[in-house]
């Protein structure tokens, strides 16, 4: 298998927080990027210049997801506290008082395409659903069997996706919350899912090492992706590549046009993998985990966070 290996090629780096990013966003235009810390506050960058355009509050508690809303008005930040933020996106007003309704702790956040609605992925179990526009309480979903580390909508809108502690994901209808799928395999936590920009086909990524993908219209697997166990190192003016046997994934993301996924690894790297199953490019950077991972709407650059800094890589043309 080749693979191309590039080491320090990034851009440029964000600097400024002082602990682990934990989730970034580009905004619709790609003009800005969002990120959440462990420092417990959310930053906006300038992607050209990588100026920091504003800085949040500190939350009083690490935030664990950021989302840019479809119209790039607005930025959600959801934090360890159970807490959710609602933010302007140019300058970081607060839109209301924190979403909080025994949400317990915060994993993932994700705007609808229409910008209606918020879902957000928590430990109480359930898929918590919050309407932007006043901040109200709409509904929530259960699992039943788990917290909630991560929640996607399709596409067109009309399905949820949510992965958990245990391995399952499920697959809901967004029209009347009909349970679609539940999809089983994973041995481990699911700390990701995403549909394809066609929404044909659902990722599936967990701490097991494995990248799953499945078909949305009846839940059949298609193929499994092993991920995260190649550790790369440089010295002696060679770049040195250690099957490491367990590999493990902390996030990741689809190309815009479906062909490529960005997965971060918790060997500190990124690993950009064909659908096909075909492993094609590691970027290293990052001295620890890379615990988040976002492609700019076309396609051409990639953000990786992780251990207080933000990368930004040209992935295409």
Sequence with gaps: MRVTIEVDTSLRTLEGHTDSVNSVAFSPDGQTLVSGSQDETVRVWRVDDGACLWASERHASKVRSVAFSPDGQIVAAGSS????????????????PPLVRWMGLVFSVAFSPDGQTLAVGALTESVWLWRVADGTLQG????????????????????????????????WRTADGARLHTLTGHKEPVCGVAFSP????????????????????????VRTLRVGHLLVSSGDNAVHVK????????????????HT?????????????????????ILVGHEFWTDCVAFSSD??????????????????A
């Design 140 to 171: 929530f979903l259960r699992t039943l069997d788990s917290p909630v580390h991560s929640v996607s909508f399709s596409p067109d809108g009309t399905l949820l996706a949510a992965g958990g502690k245990h391995g399952i994901v499920h697959l």
């Design 81 to 96: 506290s159970g807490a959710v933020w609602l933010r302007r996106a140019t300058d970081g007003e607060l839109l209301y």
């Design 299 to 316: 396609g051409k650059m990639l953000a990786s966070g992780g251990d207080r800094t933000v990368r930004l890589w040209q992935v295409s």
């Design 261 to 281: 996924l960005a997965v971060g690894t918790r060997q500190g790297t990124v690993e950009l993998w064909c659908v096909c199953g075909k492993l094609m490019r």
């Design 198 to 221: 066609d929404g044909q086909m659902l990722a599936s990524g967990s701490e097991d090492g494995t990248v799953q993908l499945w078909q949305v219209a009846d839940g059949a697997p």
């Design 243 to 258: 099957d490491v046997g367990e590999g493990a994934m902390c996030s990741m993301a689809f190309s815009p046009d479906g």
